[in-house]
């Protein structure tokens, strides 16, 4: 596949004796000070919300998605930036969020940038915006100047069959479709026994485009906006886990966003 379209991803270019004492500097201090503050929201979960937790818990025995061998296949990713509404995500232009915590924005602007009638102009600000998935879907609604005509919320608690029915319509061109999930469930909370991986994950909650599905083999396209992953493909299974895990902001399981478009002739 040519990816010469998408943006480059980060690429970690500091001196390997930086590294590793950003490294020493976050296990022994940083890492720690999270754990300690983090304490009596982990008490409270532990006592009066566990269903938050046990996701968390449960992705600390999970190889990290990325090491499937599907993750960043050429071949297949090409499949999908060559059918019509990858195509357009290409004209578009992909972005990575601007900082950490600007994901729904960016992924609104990705959203938004693959509708030809949306100019630059009218595409909302790179800052930070909605944090759940209600809120992402409202905020779309206004910042489309009407060329998004409704949106769908599909929870993960709506159910597999719900949840598939909308990644379907990913590659129909009269809809987009965004994911908010919990990242720690794709790529692993880490061993427990470091303190600080328990919060860090709970809080992992993460938007991005879904550009694709490739039913045939149960494969979703993601673009991610941290620019530390870019353009996957992750089984729909794990991805469809990812969402079913509760938002701690909602109270309410993660979700689909699906967007439907009014006509785009120009």
């Known amino acids: 596949m040519d990816e010469d379209f998408l943006p480059p991803a980060r690429a970690d270019t500091s001196p390997w004796a930086l590294r590793a004492a950003g490294g020493l500097v976050f296990g022994l201090v940083i890492g720690p000070l999270i754990a300690l503050l983090c304490l009596p929201i982990l008490l409270f979960l532990g006592l009066f919300k566990r269903e938050v ?31 019509p509404v990858g195509q357009l995500y290409r004209r578009g ?7 950490e915590g600007y994901c729904s924005v960016a992924t609104q602007r990705n959203l938004l940038k693959s509708l030809p009638l949306v100019l630059p ?33 599909v929870y993960g608690s709506d159910g597999v069959d719900a949840f598939c029915a909308a990644l379907r319509l990913a590659n129909d061109e009269n809809h987009r479709v965004a994911v908010n999930f919990l990242h720690a469930t794709l790529s692993g909370t880490g061993p427990l026994w ?10 992992s909650g993460h ?6 599905f ?53």
């Not at 996701?55 to 499937?68: G, I, L, M, N, Q």
């Not at 232009?93 to 900082?99: D, F, P, S, T």
Request: net charge neutral.
């Open 53 to 83: 937790l046990r996701p968390v818990v449960r992705a600390a025995s999970y190889d990290a998605f990325e090491k499937t061998p599907y993750y960043k296949d050429p071949a297949r990713l090409g499949r999908v930036f060559a059918t």
């Open 93 to 99: 232009g992909l972005e990575y969020q601007a900082r």
């Open 121 to 153: 102009s009218q595409l909302p600000p790179a800052r930070g915006g909605a944090a759940t998935a209600a809120q992402f879907a409202d905020a779309l609604l206004r910042h489309s100047h009407g060329l998004v005509t409704s949106t769908q919320v």
């Open 194 to 203: 470091l303190p600080w991986n328990l919060p860090l994950g709970v809080v």
């Open 207 to 212: 938007f991005s485009n879904v550009v694709g």
């Open 214 to 266: 490739l039913d045939d083999e149960n494969l979703v396209a993601i673009f991610d906006v941290n620019d530390g992953y870019g353009a996957y493909l992750v089984d729909a299974t794990r991805l469809f886990e990812a969402v079913c895990a509760v938002d701690i902001s909602s109270n309410r399981s993660r979700a689909l966003i699906v967007a439907s478009i009014a006509s785009q002739r120009v």
